[in-house]
């Protein structure tokens, strides 16, 4: 993608959704045969694609292997995160949230006794978007085998492996 002002993330875990920015940077669900940018995170958890973190540590993701807190279910923590968007800016009395939830007392009580918990769960389904790899897309694109290659090839007394890589390159660059 030379010269790209749009990405497109393939992972399927709910995880990856937190990566989604406004139409810049979508999410493509293989399952359901949709591209959910910003707006359709949203429509789909109830929640803002920086709010996805914060959603599993207190839903959980069996795929990831951490629970959650008991009794934070999707419905509820979609209504108190769109809320308050993140952990630390739910209040731990229920009186002081300004939404209504069923079962606020309970679910205030589980988040008070569990919050360092739910901020490492938070943290675990957080990905890390900071490192740069490379300075531009332009450096992703494949530009033929490397030597490196040729002499994997020549240990596995492979040539045809290397001739085709070469062929595909060449048929690329004309």
């Known amino acids: 993608m030379p010269g790209s002002s749009r990405s497109l993330s393939v992972r399927r875990t709910k995880?990856?959704?937190?990566?989604?920015?406004?139409r810049r940077i979508v999410q493509f669900?293989?399952?359901?045969?949709?591209?959910?940018?910003?707006d359709g995170v949203v429509t789909k958890f109830g929640v803002p694609p920086e709010s996805i973190p914060d959603y599993l540590?207190?839903?959980?993701?069996a795929a990831d292997g951490f629970p959650g807190l008991r009794g934070w279910g999707a419905k509820s923590t979609a209504v108190v995160l769109a809320r308050y968007g993140h952990?630390?800016?739910?209040?731990?009395d229920p009186l002081a949230w300004d939404?209504?939830?069923?079962?606020?007392?309970r679910l205030a009580k589980e988040l008070a006794a569990h919050r360092d918990l739910a901020a490492q769960f938070r943290d675990l389904a957080t990905l890390?978007?900071?490192?740069?790899?490379?300075?531009?897309?332009?450096?992703?694109?494949?530009?033929?085998?490397?030597?490196?290659?040729?002499?994997?090839?020549?240990?596995?007394?492979?040539?045809?492996?290397?001739?085709?890589?070469?062929q595909l390159a060449d048929s690329r660059a004309s």
Do not use: H, K, M
């Open 99 to 105: 939404i209504t939830v069923r079962s606020a007392s």
């Open 128 to 166: 890390r978007t900071t490192p740069e790899l490379f300075e531009s897309v332009d450096e992703l694109c494949w530009r033929g085998p490397r030597p490196t290659f040729f002499d994997l090839c020549a240990r596995l007394n492979a040539p045809a492996y290397f001739r085709r890589a070469q």
């Open 29 to 38: 669900d293989r399952r359901a045969g949709v591209i959910r940018d910003a």
């Open 87 to 92: 952990l630390e800016a739910i209040p731990d």
């Open 57 to 61: 540590a207190l839903v959980g993701d």
């Open 15 to 22: 995880t990856s959704r937190s990566v989604v920015v406004g």
